[in-house]
């Protein structure tokens, strides 16, 4: 029951409607008997420090950061994780003992949850976009041993800074989304990771959109699996896409649901809630 005493954990992105962090983290909180709620707050650009600063103020005791802001809200933390510094990305907040924002970032142990089952050793991968999701997935490409990594991306900027921030730990192939290379890098991958939000559900309810176009894709074949980091809708026209051409595909749920368990964890100090009450939650709503 919520009190004047209930505190709250809120989602701080832009768009947020879609997000089904509420439902999971709500039913966490049930589970685990604590008096917390949990919102989500549409945030634009512009507005960030005063939401952030804000937020310190009253009852709030974490956030999650989304996109797109898990590389701009560096500047207002006051500590940074090793895993976060290293990539460049945020997606966890907690307020410390100086009411100041302590941050780290659980998207590598969720981005590797659903992939652990597959034979990684000596595989290749691909992934789309280059922003703060990227670096969370091609971290955890490389603690499953992928072999080959390549980059598929529209800013060229971004794509080369992305390489350079891996170059002491494996080599990386960059190429922009116009390069005719990326065909046969299509044909010859064992997993594609979407980190796009290229095929979100959105306010406008845009349909059938894929990453880089319809063209892009047409050298995809069935031994490749499709992992789109977006969960709503489900599937996406991605996955969609994946699914008619006889591809395993992978949606970002069981990602959501595992980072979920570790941002809990950090809110509360070590808290574990089972994996299957998220996951039944969701269930139930969708």
């Known amino acids: 029951m919520i009190s004047s005493k209930t505190s709250f954990i809120a989602l701080i992105g832009n768009p947020v409607s879609h997000s089904l962090s509420p439902i999971m983290q709500n039913a966490a909180f049930k589970y685990l008997g604590l008096d917390l709620i949990y919102l989500a707050i549409p945030c634009k650009d512009e507005d960030l420090e ?79 976009g280059s922003g703060g999701a990227a670096r969370s997935v091609i971290q955890g490409l490389i603690n499953l041993n992928f072999s080959n990594i390549s980059v598929i991306s529209r800013n060229k900027s971004s794509l080369d800074e992305l390489t350079k921030n891996f170059k002491n730990q494996i080599e990386i192939r960059s190429l922009l989304n116009s390069d005719n290379q990326a065909q046969n890098l299509i044909e010859e991958a064992d997993l594609i990771v979407n980190t796009t939000p290229v095929g979100m559900k959105t306010a406008e309810n845009e349909t059938n959109i894929l990453p880089y176009g319809e063209d892009f894709w047409r050298s995809l074949n069935s031994k490749t699996t499709i992992y789109d980091l977006i969960y709503n809708p489900a599937p996406t026209p991605l996955l969609q896409l994946g699914n008619k051409k006889g591809c395993m595909t992978i949606d970002g749920l069981e990602m959501l649901i595992a980072q979920g368990i570790g941002s809990l964890s950090f809110w509360t100090d070590g808290l574990k809630v089972p994996f299957h009450i998220m996951d039944d939650a969701l269930k139930k709503f969708l």
């Open 50 to 128: 005063l939401v952030l600063n804000s937020l310190k103020k009253i009852n709030c005791k974490g956030l999650n950061i989304t996109i797109p802001h898990k590389e701009k809200v560096f500047d207002l933390c006051s500590e940074i994780s090793p895993i976060a510094s290293k990539l460049k990305a945020i997606n966890t907040l907690k307020l410390n003992s100086e009411k100041e924002w302590s941050a780290t970032n659980t998207d590598v142990e969720g981005f590797i949850y659903p992939l652990k089952k597959l034979n990684s050793t000596k595989k290749q991968s691909i992934v789309l």
